[in-house]
């Protein structure tokens, strides 16, 4: 058989349309095909390969750590120093009521667990999201994501959850004394990279202040620098309650957090005790990659480059066919006139060695979100291509 055909046949498919890139290896922004093809990687991963394919400061890291030992115990159990220095670094660049960090392994894991540990906290029934959320795609976190299309197939999904409009300050109203937690991406990636105003989130900060529910962001996607600082909340100097990650913090390698105060976190572990367990969560290789990772994104010289870059790819990416682009540092979405101009273009930029993808729901626009390593001279040369592509919509 085929590689090809091992693939179609052996691995279960998640569309009728997989990109289908037969990959041999990447490096910095660049994949490049076993068919001898190079292309230019402007989503890493979906925003995973934040400081480029094979960083040799991460690849580094992670032999060490190799070299050591990888799987010892089950999360929770022993001390690991891989483990214990990404915990420390990571809470000593958090504001001092996220102190404390329990590591998973994905997004929509982490996302599971702050939806726990908020019930747990408040004792009440009731979580509220917000129209054209993602959160991911496990029973949990589907339920709290918005979108009715992907939902109704599997239902009956977690009861309690209500949706409100994102951005609208009436809406908080919904927010009340049976809320046990509020679950926002202070950024939305899948609904095209809608930015809330600065009065909504201090708004909604108060709200949950005053009914005592507790303000989960979802950085899955916008932490880790993407969107210009190490996290999306530090745009609008409030604080969430539970702070979850994943994507970009591992570095290229699976690992998400869902970090709490310490107080809150004590709740998981009493009454009952082992309220929260994962077998793989904080793997100690998963973990040194993180931390080599956090240590590169973290310098201030590389947090401050990533606005001019994001702004250096919107200036380049002005034609006629943009409706509008929405963007905050390297996260962008690029909004065409349909969905089928969408389509033709991603499939346009794959065959002349651009990668830019879909989003899961908002069908006209497309994402860009590329390693935040990438050079101004690498920006060009995609947005060349992509330009070239849109003239022929
Ligand atoms: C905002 C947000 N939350 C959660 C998730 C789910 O993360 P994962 O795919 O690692 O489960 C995603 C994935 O795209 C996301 O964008």
Redesign the pocket.
């Known amino acids: 058989m085929t590689p090809e055909e091992i693939f179609r046949k052996h691995l279960a498919p998640t569309s009728p349309f997989p990109l289908g890139i037969h990959i041999d290896y990447a490096k910095g922004v660049y994949l490049y095909g076993k068919d001898g093809k190079q292309y230019i990687d402007m989503i890493a991963g979906?925003g995973v390969a934040s400081v480029g394919h094979q960083n040799p400061l991460v690849v580094d890291a992670i032999k060490k750590q190799l070299d050591k030992h990888s799987h010892v115990m089950v999360y929770g159990e022993y001390i690991q120093d891989s483990v214990n220095g990404l915990a420390e670094k990571l809470t000593s660049l958090l504001p001092s009521s996220l102190n404390t960090c329990y590591f998973v392994n994905?997004?929509?894991e982490a996302?599971e667990a702050a939806i726990k540990l908020a019930k747990r906290a408040t004792g009440r029934p009731k979580i509220i999201s917000f129209l054209k959320s993602?959160?991911?795609?496990t029973q949990g976190s589907m339920s709290v994501s918005a979108s009715e299309v992907k939902k109704q197939k599997f239902r009956p999904l977690i009861p309690g959850v209500e949706f409100i409009e994102f951005n609208s300050i009436e809406a908080l109203d919904a927010i009340d004394e049976q809320t046990a937690g509020v679950i926002i991406?202070p950024i939305q990636?899948?609904a095209g990279v809608r930015i809330p105003g600065q009065e909504f989130m201090t708004a909604l900060r108060k709200r949950c202040n005053q009914t005592g529910a507790k303000l989960i962001f979802?950085e899955?996607?916008t932490g880790m620098g993407r969107t210009g600082k190490l996290f999306a909340f530090e745009h609008y100097g409030i604080v969430p309650d539970i702070l979850t990650l994943?994507?970009g913090l591992g570095g290229g390698l699976p690992i998400?957090a869902f970090i709490a105060s310490n107080g809150m976190m004590q709740l998981l572990s009493d009454n009952p005790m082992l309220g929260h367990i994962t077998t793989f969560g904080g793997n100690p290789v998963c973990a040194a990659s993180a931390l080599a990772t956090l240590n590169i994104i973290s310098e201030p010289i590389f947090l401050e480059s990533i606005e001019p870059k994001g702004k250096l790819l919107e200036q380049e990416l002005q034609h006629p066919e943009v409706k509008a682009i929405r963007r905050k540092g390297l996260m962008l979405a690029v909004e065409l006139q349909n969905e089928d101009k969408v389509n033709r273009l991603i499939e346009y930029c794959l065959e002349h060695g651009v990668v830019i993808y879909w989003f899961l729901s908002t069908r006209n626009s497309f994402r860009i979100s590329p390693p935040l390593t990438i050079t101004k001279e690498e920006i060009k040369e995609a947005c060349d291509i992509i330009y070239q592509g849109m003239k022929l919509l």
């Open positions: 979906i994905s997004g929509t996302n993602y959160h991911g795609n991406e990636g899948d979802d899955v996607q994943a994507k998400g």
